[in-house]
């Protein structure tokens, strides 16, 4: 669980934690974060403490909206050579996932980097290929990146890119859940920074540490975050330093405003935020999917897409139910049969809550 070097800090930090009794709740929106907490333990560690920590919606998969799955599969039925990440392809749309499609005979390409896509659009010159970019400011600048080396002219991204800051905005702005410090995720933090939380800390008094991966990198930011509560403090802090700088990542930021712009959208679960989403610009249109093949997908334009029926993926994004509160959880929705994308991706809340949570003892005679 703890490297030998860290374990009589760990110890300390514990200790100081659970003399206090404590009643807070704490949100991450990152899906590493999960992963190390649930892996190791630490999400009933800091129970024991009186600290709940909830995930948000830090899984690029699972927030990218119903509508967007049935674009890029409807444009798949069209002839397009679709490529995507593996963890995309197997989200349910309204009737069927991408993988369903592929069974189907559609041309669905699972890949493992943008550039991946770029490639099968050079050796196939006389079809259209459409990459569905899914990610947050972390994997944005390699998009950017493709954009401006002027890829092949049948090449396009259907941009379901998302932005942090503006999603957490929004979870506070709703007041649907109590919420008393964010830890912020370290992989976006190395491209954005620190400065783009601070408004959360200055217009809502949230406390907000930015943290590193390991289980010693979230043990110290509870404490610094309870320090904070404690102190009555809101201010962002970094704890993660051996990765994130105040600055940033100047070159891919520079990139990402030269490549995309900002646009109002849905996320999974949520309503429409302002300016959470990287939208091409206008003079990159060629490489924009929603422009170059507007008139195919003008037949789903007005439509509305709902989450699948019994899925509550959207309540469990937004902090206010734990994976296993969902009725369907480890019953009617496994790994190999998700019906929502939090059970599909491996940042997914559901999918890790599933493969560690309680250590298969409930779920091995799951349907």
């Known amino acids: 669980m703890f490297h030998l070097k860290d374990r009589d800090l760990a110890k300390k930090i514990v200790e100081d934690i659970k003399k206090k009794n404590l009643n807070l709740r704490f949100m991450h929106v990152c899906g590493t974060h999960q992963d190390t907490l649930v892996k190791n333990g630490l999400d009933v560690l800091f129970r024991e403490c009186g600290i709940e920590i909830r995930q948000g919606p830090g899984c690029p ?33 309204e009737k069927e996932s991408l993988r369903d499609l592929k069974g189907e005979g559609c041309d669905i390409r699972t890949v ?8 099968i659009a050079e050796e196939n010159r006389d079809r259209d290929v459409i990459f569905m970019a899914v990610g947050f400011e972390t994997t944005a600048p390699s998009t950017a990146s493709v954009i401006l080396a002027d ?25 649907e859940i109590r919420i008393d410090g964010f830890i912020e995720p370290g992989h976006v933090s190395t491209i954005i920074g620190t400065e783009p939380y601070e408004f959360l800390s200055e217009d809502y008094k949230i406390p907000q540490v930015i943290a590193g991966f390991e ?32 600055e940033g990542n100047l070159k891919a930021q520079k990139m990402l405003r030269e490549v995309f712009e900002k646009e109002d959208a849905k996320w999974r679960g949520f309503p429409v935020i302002p ?66 994308p939090c059970m599909v991706s491996i940042e997914g809340s559901c999918n890790i809550e599933y493969r560690y949570g309680r250590r298969n003892s409930d779920y091995s005679n799951s349907p």
């Not at 967007?68 to 749309?93: C, Q, Y």
């Not at 010693?216 to 962002?236: F, N, P, R, Y």
């Open 61 to 93: 998969v699972c927030i990218t909206t119903p509508k967007e799955i049935e674009k890029i599969m409807l444009l798949a039925r069209k002839g397009k050579i679709i490529a995507s990440f593996g963890d995309m392809i197997n989200v349910p749309g």
């Open 112 to 119: 493992y980097s943008i550039e991946d896509g770029v490639n």
């Open 151 to 175: 890829p092949p002219p049948n090449f396009s991204i259907l941009s379901c890119h998302r932005m942090i800051p503006p999603a957490l905005k929004a979870i506070l702005e709703m007041g």
């Open 215 to 246: 289980p010693i990198d979230l043990l110290m930011s509870v404490w610094m975050l309870v320090k904070q509560v404690e102190k009555g403090e809101a201010i962002v802090e970094n704890e993660y330093t051996r990765a994130v700088k105040k």
């Open 275 to 340: 300016g959470s989403k990287m939208k091409l610009k206008k003079k990159f249109e060629e490489h924009d999917a929603e422009k170059i093949f507007e008139d195919e997908l003008y037949e789903i334009d007005e439509k509305e897409f709902s989450e699948p029926e019994g899925c509550r993926c959207g309540e469990v994004l937004r902090g206010l139910i734990r994976s296993e509160e969902c009725p369907l959880f480890g019953k009617r929705c496994i790994p190999s049969h998700p019906v929502g």
